[in-house]
């Protein structure tokens, strides 16, 4: 049942409850730690709409204790095929901007909220399904994912943040001739071009991506909001103030209770070396 949170890992989701089991546009999970969020429009290829878009903002942004990862995904073939070109309507100006501004806010809500985001990709990762994606922190992409940037054939341009997320994964060149000149990468192109950190074969995504996020999920909260927040701030600072940012987030983790006990473990050989995987 497209309502149900399915895994392959036979984790035991169970039907997020309260303010989120209203988001009738997605299916959530909690198993312990971990969310399961399923776009669940799969008729329309989890193409988004401007109720889905703000249910996406308001799942993340509700998302609370004790979850501490989120693994996203999409219901039946595709991950999302971008804008609901069906149930756009025409727009002057500034109702253009301030639809913009809208998935930007669910996006930021995505990357720079609490939680970090495992997204597991399938079929189409295409415009606005690009964007989305582009703001999670970890994508899996199985075989049949394709990703591609149509707005310039539509007469439209970017606008759910992808030329603000999508350059810093691949660059402003590539994305230039996926929006000239609607160039469609497949999976294996997207991941050497800088998409996607994970390739896996059809059917093994979920299963990687609960893995991924359940080790994400035993970091100590504070580092991994410190890689999710100050990272990205201190790429695109200039060199001396990047190190100042990296200065207070280093001596600020390092502070934390949590910090200093698994350093404790460490020395007294209480937790596991790196070593070759």
């Not at 939680?115 to 992409?141: D, F, K, M, Y």
């Amino acid at each position: 049942m497209l309502n149900q949170i399915e895994s392959p890992m036979n984790a035991d989701f169970t039907p997020a409850g309260g303010a989120l089991a209203a988001l009738d546009l997605l299916s959530i999970g909690i198993a312990g730690d971990i969310a399961h969020v399923r776009l669940n429009r799969p008729g329309k290829r989890n193409a988004i709409n401007d109720t889905l878009i703000a249910q996406i903002q308001s799942c993340f942004a509700t998302l609370a204790e004790p979850v501490r990862a989120v693994v996203l995904s999409g219901a039946g073939e595709h991950f999302c095929a971008g804008l609901d070109l069906s149930e756009m309507s025409e727009r002057d100006v500034f109702e253009g901007i301030a639809h913009s501004r809208q998935w930007h806010a669910a996006m930021d809500q995505v990357q720079f909220g609490r939680l970090p985001v495992v997204a597991v990709l399938q079929g189409a990762v295409v415009g606005g399904g690009l964007e989305l994606a582009s703001s999670a922190h970890i994508r899996v992409a199985e075989d049949s994912a394709f990703f591609g940037l149509p707005e310039g054939q539509r007469g439209l341009f970017v606008g759910g943040g992808g030329a603000a997320r999508v350059p810093r994964l691949i660059g402003f060149s590539r994305m230039t001739d996926m929006m000239l000149t609607g160039r469609v990468l497949d999976a294996d192109e997207g991941q050497a071009a800088g998409l996607t950190h994970y390739r896996v074969r059809d059917g093994e995504g979920l299963a990687r991506g609960i893995e991924i996020a359940r080790r994400i999920a035993a970091n100590a909260p504070l580092s991994n909001y410190a890689v999710m927040q100050a990272l990205p701030r201190i790429a695109q600072a200039p060199q001396g103030e990047g190190l100042f940012i990296e200065s207070l987030m280093a001596a600020i983790a390092q502070g934390d209770p949590a910090a200093k006990q698994r350093m404790r473990d460490f020395i007294e050989k209480r937790a596991a070396k790196v070593s070759k995987a």
